[in-house]
């Protein structure tokens, strides 16, 4: 359930018309629906209310500082998967008490930086990375607590490119390396495996895979028991799919009774990693139709968004609903939606049905909160668009459209040097 809905045949964020907001801010332009993103946060969090549990929103999903923070006001830790999204969690208030590291190439300096902020624990990856943060909490002079990624080998049934806890993906250990790794942890001392974690994949339609990994963490946890390893904390990852088209994933609810029922005889506190579920429907893209244009074969509608701005579609081949923002009765066409950048990967949809549109008219792309703006880049020196966060009749901009300074101004010493050294 989202708050993007059409009244009198306009599309509306909230309280306001999506093409008022485009009047005041330009287009790409991304706006977030915070009802929307507290409404999916406080659906998932309560689904969980029978079990010890906390929620870290996975920040890489949508990391802009205002979606933080009032995810943050709402009681969510983080997931993060760099220092930078350290930096973003904690500059954002959500304290470091609720915020797990994950992530398979963690840095000397951020493995420094989240110990220093004190967080509440680090997914480890791999034998040599425990050992890593073992040398750096030495040396800082404080006791790391760790989870240990296991990775369950559960086909989650999701595209490839977002499946993660298949035997041939990097991530997490094997459970024979898990288990070397809690028997190293206990003799290592400035490091305490307190937790167990695992993260199979996203996008995920269907129970099944979440429980068949819960079921191999749940054995493993009764292993390490006998091992004299308590475990306090069991993070489940992230995962839960969203309907983009047609998907029905389970609600929440389904997910948190299943795992309440299966965790029932566990003495543990339950963390999950959601990303997308929370933000995927918080967001459209909007876009204007830039001109049309027709090969005999093909109908293209070339709109000023690209795949610097959403990517998903050229990288997975995902689909995004696409509607006009003001809807007339129009008849139907097939066309792609392409942009501006030079790759025939450039597309945001292909063969696909929509009402005849013109040059002007505003299109809205759905469900692109998640993994929108966060994998945008500025390829073919496009400045990224901006993002806006609607609350009722209000709307405040959340991330400035990028200018072409934005494009050069790092690169503004070496132009310098460039100078220099062409006079010699
Ligand atoms: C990406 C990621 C998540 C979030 O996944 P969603 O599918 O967006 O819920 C959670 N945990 C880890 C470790 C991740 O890499």
Do not use: W
């Amino acid at each position: 359930m989202h708050y993007f809905q059409y009244k009198n045949d306009q599309l509306y964020a909230e309280d306001v018309s999506v093409a008022l907001l485009v009047q005041e801010y330009g287009t790409p332009l991304y706006i977030y629906s915070a009802s929307t993103l507290t409404r999916h946060y406080h659906a998932f969090e309560s689904a969980f209310s029978d079990i010890k549990h906390l929620i870290c929103y996975s920040v890489k999903a949508n990391s802009n500082l205002s979606v933080l923070k009032i995810l943050g006001q709402e009681g969510s830790g983080a997931d993060i998967v760099s220092g930078g999204e350290l930096f973003r969690a904690l500059r954002a208030g959500i304290p470091a008490k609720k915020i797990v590291y994950s992530g398979v190439g963690k840095e000397v300096s951020e493995i420094q930086e989240a110990l220093l902020a004190d967080i509440l624990l680090f997914n480890v990856e791999s034998i040599q990375e425990l050992e890593r943060i073992n040398t750096i909490a030495q040396d800082m002079d404080k006791v790391a607590r760790v989870s240990l990624r296991i990775n369950p080998d559960v086909d989650p049934k999701t595209h490839p490119y977002i499946s993660t806890g298949l035997k041939e993906n990097k991530f997490g250990l094997s459970r024979p390396e898990a288990l070397k790794a809690y028997k190293l942890a206990q003799t290592l001392t400035h490091v305490d495996p307190i937790g167990m974690d695992c993260h199979i994949g996203s996008q995920l339609t269907s129970l099944e895979p979440f429980m068949e990994a819960l079921g191999r963490l749940k054995e493993f946890y009764t292993e390490l028991q006998g091992l004299g390893i308590p475990i306090q904390y069991l993070d489940l990852g992230g995962g839960l799919g969203i309907t983009y088209n047609e998907e029905e994933p389970p609600h929440p609810k389904e997910l948190g009774e299943a795992i309440g029922t299966s965790l029932q005889d566990l003495d543990v506190t339950l963390i999950l990693e959601p990303g997308r579920v929370i933000a995927g429907n918080t967001g459209i893209l909007v876009t204007e139709v830039q001109y049309l244009k027709e090969n005999g074969e093909k109908n293209f509608v070339i709109v000023d968004a690209a795949m610097n701005d959403l990517v998903r579609p050229s990288l997975y081949g995902s689909y995004h609903r696409i509607a006009p923002v003001c809807q007339k009765n129009r008849e139907e066409v097939v066309v792609d939606v392409v942009g501006p950048i030079c790759e025939s990967s450039d597309f945001l949809a292909k063969d696909r049905s929509l009402p005849r549109v013109a040059q002007g008219d505003l299109l809205a792309i759905f469900s692109a909160g998640a993994y929108g703006f966060t994998m945008s880049s500025q390829y073919n020196s496009r400045p990224r668009a901006a993002e806006v966060i609607v609350q009722g009749a209000h709307h405040i901009l959340a991330r400035k459209r990028e200018v072409y300074n934005d494009l050069t101004v790092l690169e503004e010493s070496g132009l310098t040097l460039v100078t220099e050294m062409s006079k010699d």
